[in-house]
């Protein structure tokens, strides 16, 4: 292991286009739970999919308790030392782009510019409007949830929904895009706490092996690519990225 960690830190440190690709394996470790796990969120409520959002107000209403049994969790999340070491990485100078699958807004917490993050599922803590793109803060939403209105509308008449991407809505086209460039010009692609499953995001390390890129997986879990990763290692991200950080520094 200590071998595998020292051949990472060393083409990180030598890397001009490295990026790093998160998953719900980071976030768990804040004490968000992987939703689509056993025990998670899906296996207790049915997903709201997104055309029984907008044609169905009873179904606005079981999304937003859906996502009220989220704020258990989320509102007490913080960054890890998985995040906090990525976000290290970029204060080094040596961080292109973060790509994540993950919702939850840590690693913009953690220290890292929301210019160099690209959320391909979106973001909780943000609330837009269907109709007119509005966004206002999740703070904001909550407080119309607590005055009654159990699926808050805009000014108007849109409905309000987490800006992120529910089962049956379109995967956003700029960061889809953005995301597959990154990946596909890094010349070290690093994916941490994802079990490279669910699409577009999963053919993001296909575009970085392709182009040529040395390829990291740092995962519990097996993922589509193990077998030709350059390296691969099973750990909690936390651990694992704590300890490539102390060499890179080394």
């Known amino acids: 292991m200590d071998e595998t960690i020292a051949l990472v830190a060393r083409k990180i440190k030598t890397s001009k286009r490295l990026v790093v690709f998160t998953g719900a ?38 999304y937003w ?9 989320l509102s007490k999340a913080t960054p890890n030392v998985g995040h906090m070491s990525i976000a290290a990485l970029h204060d080094l100078g040596l961080l292109e782009a973060l790509i994540t699958q993950n919702i939850d807004g840590l690693h913009e917490a953690s220290g890292i510019p929301g210019e160099k993050i690209i959320e391909l599922h979106g973001n909780t803590r943000r609330v837009r409007c269907m109709r007119c793109n509005r966004l206002i803060s999740w703070q904001a939403a909550q407080e119309m949830i607590d005055a009654g209105h159990r699926a808050p509308e805009c000014s108007c008449s849109g409905y309000f929904k987490p800006d992120t991407i529910s089962f049956g809505q379109a995967m956003p086209v700029e960061e889809t895009q953005r995301a597959s460039l990154l990946a596909s010009k890094s010349d070290v692609f690093m994916v941490v706490g994802s079990t490279l499953l669910v699409q577009p995001a999963a053919m993001m ?17 097996k993922t589509p690519y193990d077998t030709v990763c350059d390296v691969l290692i099973r750990g909690k991200a936390g651990d694992v990225l704590e300890k490539i950080v102390a060499q890179v520094m080394h």
């Open 25 to 62: 394996g980071i976030s768990t470790e804040s004490g968000i739970p992987d939703y689509r796990s056993q025990g998670g969120i899906w296996d207790k409520f049915k997903p709201v999919y997104f055309d029984e959002f907008m044609s169905s107000k009873d179904a606005r209403i079981r």
């Open 205 to 221: 390390p296909e575009y970085a092996k392709t182009a040529g890129a040395f390829l990291v997986i740092i995962n519990l879990s």
């Open 65 to 73: 308790d859906q996502r009220l049994e989220m704020e258990k969790s």
